[in-house]
T-cell receptor, first 110, second 113 residues
Framework: GESVGLHLPTLSVQEGDNSIINCAYSNSASDYFIWYKQESGKGPQFIIDIRSNMDKRQGQRVTVLLNKTVKHLSLQIAATQPGDSAVYFCAERLTDKLIFGTGTRLQVFP | GAVVSQHPSRVICKSGTSVKIECRSLDFQATTMFWYRQFPKQSLMLMATSNEGSKATYEQGVEKDKFLINHASLTLSTLTVTSAHPEDSSFYIC?????????FGSGTRLTVV
C-alpha cells in the first residue's frame, strides 16, 4: 500500500509484483523529464527519461508515462526486486535547471 | 558513460570554519554544473547553477556570500560553505549537464559540530 510519512511517501510492494510510482510536476513549460533512483547516502542514479513530445517510453523493466494535460509522470517497474528498494525522484527540466519532485520511498518485501 | 566525481564524501567541521567541496567531470567537459542540498527524508533542492568562467546563479533564498561557488575550468566546480553552522549540516550533491541529461556526483555529507 501507499502511505504518506512526515516528508516522504512510501510504497510497499511484494517481490515480483509491479510497482507504480507517481509524480506531479510543476511547470507546463518543462520540456524534459527524468526518473532517478537514490540509495541511502548516495547521489541520484539515472533510470529513464522522456521528452515532452512523447507520452511513453520503455526501458529494461521500467516504463515512464507522461500526461502533460494533468502534469503527471509515472514510473512503472516490472517484477520488482529487493534491489529496487530506494527512494525514487522525478525531475523536470525548466530552462536548463533540473527541479526535483518530492520523492517516493519504495520498499520491497519478500 | 559520463562520470562526476565529488569530494570529500564526508566531512566534519567545527562551527565557524569553512569547508570546500569539489565536483569534477571526469570524461567530459561541463560548462554548467549544479549544486543541490538535501536534508534527511527530503528532496534535492537546487542551490545554484555554476557556469564556467562566470558568476554562479543562486536560487532564491540561498546566500551567495555563505555558499561560494567557483567554476574556473570546464571540469571543476567547487562549493565553499563559509562560516559553517550546525544548520548547514546536510547532504550536498553536485551535477553536471551531459546532454541531454545530467550526471550526479555521489554527494558530500557535511556535519558541523
Amino acid at each position: 500500500g501507499e502511505s504518506v510519512g512526515l516528508h516522504l511517501p512510501t510504497l510497499s510492494v511484494q517481490e515480483g509484483d509491479n510497482s507504480i510510482i507517481n509524480c506531479a510536476y510543476s511547470n507546463s513549460a518543462s520540456d524534459y523529464f527524468i526518473w532517478y533512483k537514490q540509495e541511502s547516502g548516495k547521489g541520484p542514479q539515472f533510470i529513464i527519461d522522456i521528452r515532452s513530445n512523447m507520452d511513453k517510453r520503455q526501458g529494461q523493466r521500467v516504463t515512464v508515462l507522461l500526461n502533460k494535460t494533468v502534469k503527471h509522470l509515472s514510473l512503472q517497474i516490472a517484477a520488482t526486486q529487493p534491489g529496487d528498494s530506494a527512494v525514487y525522484f522525478c525531475a523536470e527540466r525548466l530552462t536548463d535547471k533540473l527541479i526535483f519532485g518530492t520523492g517516493t520511498r519504495l520498499q520491497v518485501f519478500p | 558513460g559520463a562520470v562526476v566525481s565529488q569530494h570529500p564524501s564526508r566531512v566534519i567541521c567545527k562551527s565557524g570554519t569553512s569547508v570546500k567541496i569539489e565536483c569534477r567531470s571526469l570524461d567530459f567537459q561541463a560548462t554548467t554544473m549544479f549544486w543541490y542540498r538535501q536534508f534527511p527524508k527530503q528532496s534535492l533542492m537546487l542551490m545554484a547553477t555554476s557556469n564556467e568562467g562566470s558568476k554562479a546563479t543562486y536560487e532564491q533564498g540561498v546566500e551567495k556570500d555563505k555558499f561560494l561557488i567557483n567554476h574556473a575550468s570546464l571540469t571543476l566546480s567547487t562549493l565553499t560553505v563559509t562560516s559553517a553552522h550546525p544548520e548547514d549540516s546536510s547532504f550536498y550533491i553536485c551535477s553536471a549537464r551531459d546532454h541531454p541529461g545530467y550526471t550526479f556526483g555521489s554527494g558530500t555529507r557535511l556535519t558541523v559540530v
